[in-house]
Structure formats: C-alpha cells, structure tokens
C-alpha cells in the first residue's frame, strides 16, 4: 500500500540530477508567520505517526488523522489539550488520508486504504458512508498490466478528500486508482464525475487528484496534484480554468466568509530526492481568481518548516493548520501582516 506517488513537478535524468523544474510565478511577495510552538498535548504513551490529515470544527477543536502501527483519529481541544480519539477499531479506518469538518460539524475521514469515505456525527457515530472496503474473503487482488475497469458510481479507488457545496452535496477526490472527482447528493447518491479511472492532462482529466475544495458559490477547486495545476470547476463538475504557475498542488483549502481566500501548497515530495527542498515546499495564498497574493514557508526539519505538507486547515485565513508526514507534526501558522500587491 505504501507506494506513495514521488512526483515533484520534475524533470529527473536517469543519474537522478534535476534538470528542469514545474513553472511558478515571480516576485510574490512572502507572507511572515509565526508557529505555536508545542501546540499538541497527547496523554502518555500516545504519538501521532504520519500527520495526514487536520480539520477545525465551529468550536475551534482539531482533528488529526494520523498513520502509524494503526490508522487513529484524534480530537483536541483549542488549546491543543487531548479531548478523545473517534473510530478506534473501525473497520473504514486502514491507512488515513484526510479529514474534514462540515459546516453541521459533522467529520469525515477520508481512507485510502479502504476505499472509504466515512461520516461521523459530531458524537464520533457514524451516519453515512460512501465507497466500499474490499472484501477480505476475496483475497489478494492480482496485480495486472490490464487497463483499469471502469469507475463505479459507488465503488473508490483509493480516495483522497472531501468537499461540500451550500446545498450539502458532497464531492470526493478519487485520486490513485481512478483520476476523477465525484459529486453526491446531501444523501450519498451520485449525481456527476469529472475525469475517469483514466489519467489525463487535459481539461477535465486529471493524474492524481489529491485534495478538493468547494466555494460558497458552488466552484469546486481540485489539487491535480501529478499535472502540477489546480484545476477549477463549476458545481456540475464542468471545466472553468486551471492555475499551473503554483508548482505542485498537493493539497487546496477555501476559508470561509464574505471573502474567501484560496490555499494550496507545492509541498516537498516524500523522500526529499536532491535539490527539491531548494524549489518546493511554499504554500501560497490567492484569490479565487488565481490572483497570487503571497507565499509562506519552506522545506525544512525545525518548527516553521515543512516536510511534506499533506493537508491544510484554514477556517481562519489568519491561522493556518497544517499536517506533515514527514515530521509526524501538525503545526499552527500565525500569518501576518504583509505589504504589496499580488501577481497571476
């Protein structure tokens, strides 16, 4: 399972030296931040092993989504004090992706190793899934050169994350084995896709969806993760633009308010393969327009740095959360202040 996709928006030789790199604007202006530092207290002889996913809910309470010995879910407080872990034992809960929180404050844990989106209610019980984990009495699947079977209505291939629109339909990234975005309804019945278990790169197609987000006027924003873009569509799934000036998009966020702002991150790829921490690991800040307003952060092992940023919370455009794999952290960003304008 663990054959994580390093891929970097690169160019490599068979020597393994980098000899091109993925476009990216100019001159944007850097955004200076502060972390928290310590922000997580977990009781004793409890870790968090691969950060993968972060969520905030109305409270302000964060959610972590981590992989280690076992696939956890775990609650804090806003103080970052350990609150309960959701889901122990559950059988959709294999090897973490993401996690999101609803506008009802309902979670949702997105699990690439089953297949499986699921819903919890704000109580931790579950209310609603979508997908399907594989049977254990079917065995091994065999590992073909075939062409990929058809992508299902209900059936994922190793999901990626989750958004929601204002009428509560839901749209699920479904990013390794298929290369498509689906849309349900409030009630899980599916509605469009864009792209198929095919990879592509042109609009409507994509090679590796990894992250979602959805505007409050329905606009669906996809992390085309393996196609260095982010790709920008209508509530019907229909093509609108694409920003490819941002490396590589590993994973996308949209605040909410009366102005919402956009957040994607060209995190350092898994492994850090020489010279990628020179040419990636920044998070940007725009308008939904694709206007650049700024860039944050870096590559790098010491709080303030990143190492492979998986997922972003960023209910507060002024504070941004941000989940690691590579650090088994989840770091609190404390934006300031900046001057100057932005660029496309």
Same mark, same amino acid.
């Given at each position: 399972m663990r054959n994580y996709l390093v891929l970097c928006g690169f160019l490599l030789l068979s020597t393994g030296n980098v000899i091109a790199e993925k476009a990216k604007a100019t001159n944007v202006p850097e955004i200076p931040y502060d972390s928290v530092p310590n922000l997580l207290k977990l009781p004793a002889n409890l870790y968090l092993g691969e950060a993968m996913g972060v969520a905030t809910n109305s409270k302000g309470h964060i959610f972590v989504y981590t992989r280690s010995a076992d696939t956890r879910l775990f609650?804090?407080?806003?103080?970052?004090? $350990?609150?309960? +872990?959701?889901g122990e034992g559950n $059988?959709?809960?294999?090897?973490a992706h993401s996690v999101r929180v609803d506008p009802d404050d309902n979670i949702w844990a997105v699990d690439e190793g089953t297949n499986m989106v699921i819903k919890f209610n704000p109580a931790g019980k579950v209310v609603m899934v979508i997908?399907?984990?594989?049977?254990?009495?079917?065995?091994?699947?065999?590992?073909?050169?075939?062409?990929?079977?058809?992508?299902?209505?209900?059936?994922l291939g190793r999901p990626t994350d989750v958004a929601w629109d204002p009428q509560g339909n839901i749209f699920v990234s479904d990013g390794y084995v298929n290369n498509r975005v689906v849309k349900y309804d409030k009630n899980g019945r599916f509605l469009?896709?864009?792209? /198929?278990?095919?990879?592509?790169?042109?609009? +409507?197609?994509f090679s590796l969806p990894h992250g979602i987000a959805v505007d409050l006027k329905g606009n669906v924003y996809v992390a085309d993760r393996s196609n260095h873009r982010l790709q920008?569509?209508?509530?019907?799934?229909?093509?609108?633009? /694409? $920003?490819?000036?941002?490396?590589?998009?590993?994973?996308?966020?949209? /605040?909410?308010g009366p102005h919402q702002y956009l957040f994607t991150s060209n995190s350092n790829p898994n492994g850090n393969a020489p010279g990628t921490w020179d040419t990636s690991g920044e998070i940007y800040k725009m308008e939904l327009d694709g206007t650049i307003l700024g860039r944050f952060g870096h590559a790098g092992k010491q709080l303030g740095g990143f190492q492979v940023v998986h997922m972003m919370d960023c209910r507060n455009p002024n504070e941004i959360f941000v989940a690691e794999i590579e650090s088994w952290r989840v770091q609190k960003l404390l934006l300031k202040s900046q001057t100057g304008g932005g660029s496309k």
């Open positions: 609650e804090f407080d806003q103080k970052g004090n $350990y609150v309960r +872990e959701i $059988y959709g809960f294999e090897f997908g399907h984990r594989p049977d254990v009495v079917a065995g091994a699947l065999a590992t073909t050169n075939a062409p990929p079977p058809p992508a299902g209505k209900y059936i469009a896709q864009a792209g /198929s278990e095919k990879a592509g790169n042109g609009p +409507e197609q920008v569509f209508d509530n019907n799934l229909k093509f609108k633009t /694409s $920003y490819d000036n941002i490396g590589d998009s590993w994973t996308v966020c949209v /605040s909410p």
